[in-house]
């Protein structure tokens, strides 16, 4: 991620820690790598080794969240997805996807493996590219306040 967008949200989790949660560390990265099967994008890396879950204008999820978030790791995020998607047949590509966060409706928002950001829609069966990048998603959605 870029340093100057890194320099914004660290003076906006200064002044609202809170919204930050615990930093992610290498065992926890390599053990949903593992869990999960996928590869981890490295903007995203980046982020959650900085910040952990946090409030970046949606509530992105790692492992240990912010308080003012839910507790639901990333792995279980992606397990529930793929258990859904699964049983339904719908959405074959969440197998390799790893999902950070969801809409506030509940469809999932997920890194596929090109570093694309896509929003899986449970209700409408469609799959949307919301940002081309993990890094392009946060300057699209956070602002300070």
């Not at 609202?16 to 065992?27: D, F, W």
């Not at 409706?105 to 950001?117: L, Q, R, T, Y």
């Not at 896509?118 to 946060?138: H, M, N, P, W």
Request: with cysteine; glycine share 6%; charged share 30%.
């Amino acid at each position: 991620m870029e340093q100057k967008l890194i320099k914004r949200l660290q003076m906006f989790f200064d002044r609202h820690p809170s919204l930050r949660g615990n930093p992610a560390n290498v065992e926890q990265i390599a053990d949903a790598e593992r869990k999960l099967n996928v590869k981890i994008d490295e903007e995203y890396k980046e982020f959650i080794k900085l910040f952990g879950g946090a409030y970046a204008g949606l509530a992105i999820h790692a492992f240990e969240n912010g308080e003012s978030m839910g507790k639901e790791t990333i792995i279980e995020l992606t397990r529930q997805a793929r258990k859904l998607f699964n049983d339904t047949e719908l959405f074959p590509e969440i197998n390799k996807s790893l999902v950070i966060a969801d809409d506030g409706s509940g469809n999932p928002i997920a890194i596929e493996p090109d570093g694309s950001v896509v929003l899986f829609d449970c209700d409408t069966e469609e799959k949307r590219v919301v940002a081309s990048s993990f890094q392009y998603l946060i300057e699209q959605n956070f602002a300070e306040w």
